[in-house]
Every structure is written in structure tokens, then in C-alpha cells.
């Protein structure tokens, strides 16, 4: 790295590697972190729920990047169906080198989804989870993949692990539910790292977190209707008081391509994580907790219906 401080001047030439990155809605994380990838020369993968906004982010970092080698895959991770389908059309990618679990959304109204899910734990948690172990057969063929999920400072204020049956409903907190899943990320993370390292499989799992990154994923969790004045005047506070998305991004980008050992957690190193060049961070006790990330994957694995690695 430059110095003691890791810059995006530190990825190394991608060329040859295949990066799949979910939720790269122009102008959000995973937007920055595919650009980047892009830039480096990855072949990016670019997978979320609508062709329109999969084009005109396709369409943004070519113009950006000439030449860049783009593919695109429609995928609603709140809709175990649609995961199933996607990992099998991205069979076409062949090995993939690295897998960038960006996509989520923040503090929503309660909504269940078509497999009778709370709408914010099946979008960042389980979704992911089925998606990466369906991709995992084509991490190892790469001989060195890597998995990246995003987290968040909120997974500190979750109390518990989402681990009752998540078909049942309960009183519904958006925030706390929130905190919860950002909390699974790092469980699952953990736990995914041990249980490679375990069977010997060439594939590390790392996390990371943006910081305070001003991006509409912030306003539409403070509003049920993220439209109108009141929208505008959040989304514009929010921009004034936190880093730009692509510095959101640079956490993920860090986790994605440095030299770093499976379960490592990178975060903003400036006051409070919040922004800043990204570096090595900690977690709470509770992500740390062994039992924890073990119970949570096994009720993962009930849930979408795969047992792996």
C-alpha cells in the first residue's frame, strides 16, 4: 500500500479477473465500486433487480471507462426464486474471482416478501447468502476468490441476532431490524471465512462498511416515501455532512483487492469511522460471537434451502 494509508492507487491490474458486484444503481456504492473495478480492468458483472437501471449503469461507467468488459444479470434478492435464477445465468461467467454483496436497503416499512419474509432480512441477508453459495463452485474454480459483504456502524446497535423463524412476524422496528441484518453480514461473513478455511477452499470472505456515505439508500430509510420536498431537503443535509459515495466506497474496494487475510473487517479510518481513507476496523462483541454466526447459518440454510460449503 502507499504508505501506511491504502488509496484506489493501490488496486492492482484486474485484467483476466471476473468481479460480480450487486446493487450498482448509478451513483450508489456499488455504482463507485464497479467503476473502479471497471478502471482496473476487471470484467464486472453488474446484477440487480432492473434492466433499465443495470443499462444506465452500464451505460455510465463505459462512458467513463471505454472499452470496459460489462455484463449485466437481473436478480431481486428479496426473491429466493430470482436468486436461484440468476446464479444460474451467471453459469455463462465462468470463474469468478470476486463477489461484492453491496446490495440492501435501509430501515424500510414492513413488508413481507413472496417467500414470506421480512423484507429488509431477505434483501440483505438471505438473499446474499443463497447467492454466494450457489456461486461458490465458480469462487474456487477461480484458485483464489474473494467474497465481500457490506456492513454498517448500525450493526453496533443491534442487541440480538436475527435467529427466531423468520416466517413468523413480530413487532417490527425498522431500525432495529436494519441493525440486525447489518449484524448477520458480519455473522455470516465470520462464519463463512471458517467454514472455507475448514473444507480447504480457495475462496476468502471479507467485510466492510462505507462509513456515513451520502447516498439515497440513507434518505429512503429516514422516509416511507423518499419523493417530494422533504425528500430533497434530507438528501441534500445528508450530502453536506457525510463523504461523497465513491469515498463510501473505498472500504469495499480496499476489502475487494488488497492483500488481506479472510474475515478481516475494513471501515473509514477518519473520527468515529465515518469517513476517511479506509483501514483495517473492529466489530462488536456480538458479531464476534462464535455461537452466534454458527446458529445464524444454520437457520440460513433452513431457510433458502442449500446446506454448503
Known amino acids: 500500500m502507499s504508505g501506511d494509508a491504502w488509496t484506489t492507487g493501490d488496486i492492482p491490474d484486474l485484467s483476466g479477473r471476473t468481479a460480480l458486484v450487486t446493487g450498482p444503481t448509478e451513483g450508489g456504492l456499488g455504482y463507485f465500486t464497479a467503476l473502479e473495478l471497471a478502471r482496473h480492468g476487471a470484467r464486472v458483472a453488474l446484477a440487480g433487480r432492473t434492466t433499465a437501471k443495470l443499462d444506465a449503469a452500464a451505460e455510465a461507467i463505459a462512458a467513463q471507462v471505454p472499452g470496459a468488459a460489462l455484463d449485466t444479470l437481473v436478480v431481486d434478492l428479496a426473491d429466493l426464486t430470482s436468486v436461484r435464477s440468476a446464479a444460474a445465468e451467471a453459469a455463462d461467467l465462468g470463474p469468478i474471482h470476486l463477489l461484492v454483496n453491496n446490495a440492501g436497503v435501509m430501515a424500510t416499512p414492513y413488508r413481507r416478501t413472496v417467500d414470506g419474509l421480512e423484507s429488509q432480512l431477505a434483501t440483505n441477508h438471505f438473499g446474499p447468502f443463497l447467492l454466494t453459495g450457489l456461486l461458490l463452485d465458480q469462487l474456487v474454480a477461480s484458485g483464489g476468490?474473494?467474497?465481500?459483504?457490506?456492513?454498517?456502524?448500525?450493526?453496533?446497535?443491534?442487541?440480538?441476532?436475527?435467529?427466531?423463524?423468520?416466517?413468523?412476524?413480530?413487532?417490527?422496528?425498522?431500525?432495529?431490524?436494519?441493525?440486525?441484518?447489518?449484524?448477520?453480514?458480519?455473522?455470516?461473513?465470520?462464519?463463512?471465512?471458517?467454514?472455507?478455511?475448514r473444507a480447504g477452499l480457495p475462496v476468502a470472505a471479507l467485510a466492510a462498511h462505507p462509513g456515513f456515505a451520502g447516498t439515497h439508500l440513507v434518505t429512503n430509510g429516514q422516509l416511507s416515501a423518499p419523493e417530494g420536498r422533504r425528500a430533497s431537503i434530507l438528501d441534500a443535509v445528508v450530502k453536506m455532512v457525510s463523504q461523497p459515495a465513491h469515498a463510501g466506497a473505498w472500504p469495499t474496494l480496499?476489502?475487494?483487492?488488497?492483500?488481506?487475510?479472510?474475515?478481516?473487517?475494513v471501515g473509514p479510518g477518519g473520527l468515529g469511522e465515518n469517513s476517511g481513507l479506509p483501514r483495517i476496523v473492529g466489530c462488536s462483541a456480538l458479531a464476534a460471537d462464535e455461537t452466534a454466526q454458527r446458529d445464524l447459518w444454520e437457520l440460513s440454510e433452513q431457510t433458502v434451502g442449500l446446506g454448503w460449503p
Open 254 to 265: 480496499m476489502a475487494a483487492t488488497a492483500d488481506l487475510p479472510g474475515g478481516t473487517y
Open 145 to 197: 476468490g474473494r467474497v465481500v459483504t457490506l456492513s454498517s456502524q448500525m450493526h453496533r446497535a443491534a442487541r440480538s441476532a436475527p435467529l427466531g423463524d423468520p416466517h413468523v412476524r413480530r413487532h417490527y422496528r425498522r431500525w432495529r431490524v436494519y441493525g440486525q441484518t447489518k449484524l448477520a453480514n458480519l455473522l455470516f461473513t465470520f462464519e463463512l471465512d471458517r467454514r472455507l478455511r
